[in-house]
Antibody, heavy 120, light 109 residues
Framework: QVQLQESGPGLVKPSQTLSLTCTVS??????????WSWIRQHPGKGLEWIGF???????HYNPSLKSRVSISLDASRNHFFLNLSSVTAADTAVYYC????????????WGQGTLVTVSS | EIVLTQSPGTLSLSPGERATLSCRAS???????LAWYQQKPGQAPSLLLY???RRAAGIPDRFSGSGSGTDFTLTISRLEPEDFAVYFC??????????FGPGTKVEIK
């Protein structure tokens, strides 16, 4: 059974880098049928796609975040990662990792989400 | 940049009633790349429909989708108590590569 689980600090100081890990089980992240995404949701708001990575290390990012975001993967550990630099209070959100179908790009499996608060 | 608009913002209905949710795009979206998600409080979104009308695994047939171009619809034929939630549409293909609508909340009347 496919499962994704986010982990990382729940509190990050302004101007620092937010770093999260997504641990994937039940499927290899080197499976070429899928992309691996990060999506966030501000409190009480809608969903914002951050970016995704393919097992070849190809990445695509939301242009609104591109200058601050980096997604990478560790195939040996079946993990992928999110780094978001120079955070502000506006980056406070629930962060989800998700599996994205490689052909029609829907997200069929999601992590439970992790709340990251940016505050001093 | 493609923008998805969902209406209504909130839909107040009773169990057993029919729900019709709209998702409108500022530019044409390929039908293959339009999906719908359901989100309940405190939970991650879960996939309902993809390719406009294809139900995800385990989704009951009271959920259906239709539309093309810039106008898409999610219909719940008879609301069950567990269907009261927020519904998001999502498109793939235009900058940003993925975007979501703001959501429609279906609440108990």
């Amino acid at each position: 059974q496919v499962q994704l689980q986010e982990s990382g600090p729940g509190l990050v100081k302004p101007s620092q880098t937010l770093s999260l890990t997504c641990t994937v089980s039940g499927v290899s992240i080197t499976n070429g049928d899928y992309y691996w995404s990060w999506i966030r949701q501000h409190p009480g708001k809608g969903l914002e796609w951050i970016g995704f990575i393919y097992y070849t290390d190809t990445t695509h990012y939301n242009p609104s975040l591109k200058s601050r975001v980096s997604i990478s993967l560790d195939a040996s550990r079946n993990h992928f990662f999110l780094n978001l630099s120079s955070v502000t209070a506006a980056d406070t959100a629930v962060y989800y990792c998700a599996r994205q179908d490689g052909f029609t790009f829907y997200s069929d499996f999601w992590g439970q989400g992790t709340l990251v608060t940016v505050s001093s | 940049e493609i923008v998805l608009t969902q209406s209504p913002g909130t839909l107040s209905l009773s169990p057993g009633e029919r729900a019709t949710l709209s998702c409108r795009a500022s530019q044409s979206v390929a039908s293959s790349f339009l999906a719908w998600y359901q989100q309940k409080p405190g939970q991650a979104p879960s996939l309902l429909l993809y390719g406009t009308s294809r139900r995800a695994a385990g989704i009951p047939d009271r959920f259906s989708g239709s539309g093309s171009g810039t106008d898409f619809t999610l219909t719940i034929s008879r609301l069950e108590p567990e269907d009261f939630a927020v519904y998001f549409c999502q498109q793939y293909g235009s900058s940003p590569l993925f975007s979501f609508g703001p959501g429609t909340k279906v609440e108990i009347k």
